[in-house]
């Protein structure tokens, strides 16, 4: 939560897959809908912009509502309309430029931090958890973000399924990437033990601008 401006998002898989923000007649003016504007082009908005309809067979359009959310706690909730059996959806909270992501897990640039249909924690481009409660079709899957304490507890009809802590998903991202450098350099060691006259940095060409 670096940025500490969070949107409610939801990323979608296959044609057809839908979901709706959930709220109740009290409460209808007060909950923000998806955000027609950012809504990419395979996401159709329907009853007020408060339902979103994956159009496209084709890659993993984001829609976020239209509400930024800086500083204490707020709840998100939708109801999943429409996912066929392991198919997948990921519930979750990112920054103003998320809709642009096209891939199932966002990338650290979208800030975000999100809960699939499989049961996986998706944090900053990377799945730091996964064996967790499944969601499916007709499940009501919220969370609630508290940006003064930096967590997200994730929550299936009602009961909560899991709380991460975003300092502890940073650690966990950190050390999967020192794991995947130490592995690429142990790969790096190897190709040069086999080929000695491997250089170790290849050379980067540099025009010369000073006259």
Same mark, same amino acid.
């Given at each position: ?42 996401i159709s908005l ?41 198919g997948f959806l ?9 809709p642009e992501n ?24 990377? /799945?730091?958890?996964?064996?967790? !409660? +499944? ?5 009501? %899957?919220? @969370?609630?973000?508290? =940006?003064?304490?930096?967590? /997200?507890?994730?929550?299936?009809? !009602? +009961? ?5 802590? %975003?300092? @502890?998903?940073?650690? =966990? ?39």
């Amino acid at each position: 939560m670096c940025d500490r401006e969070l949107f409610p998002a939801v990323i979608y898989a296959n044609e057809n897959y839908s979901t709706t923000i959930h709220t109740n007649a009290r409460e209808r003016l007060e909950v923000p809908a998806f955000d027609v504007a950012t809504c990419p082009k395979q996401i159709s908005l329907q009853a007020y912009n408060m339902s979103a309809v994956n159009t496209s067979g084709k890659g993993f359009p984001t829609c976020r509502v239209a509400a930024a959310y800086r500083r204490g706690s707020f709840f998100f909730e939708i109801s999943v309309d429409k996912l066929q059996f392991g198919g997948f959806l990921l519930v979750g909270v990112g920054s103003l430029n998320l809709p642009e992501n096209t891939e199932y897990m966002p990338g650290e640039k979208y800030n975000s931090y999100g809960y699939s249909s499989s049961g996986e924690i998706f944090a900053l481009g990377e /799945v730091v958890s996964g064996g967790h !409660t +499944h969601f499916q079709e007709g499940d009501m %899957v919220g @969370l609630i973000c508290n =940006l003064d304490k930096m967590t /997200v507890t994730f929550y299936i009809n !009602t +009961h909560q399924a899991l709380s991460i802590s %975003v300092c @502890l998903c940073l650690c =966990l991202c950190l050390c999967l990437l020192l794991a995947r450098a130490h592995s690429l350099a142990r790969s790096l060691a190897r190709a040069r033990a086999r080929s000695p006259s491997l250089p170790l940095i290849s050379p980067i060409p540099v025009s010369n601008t000073t006259k």
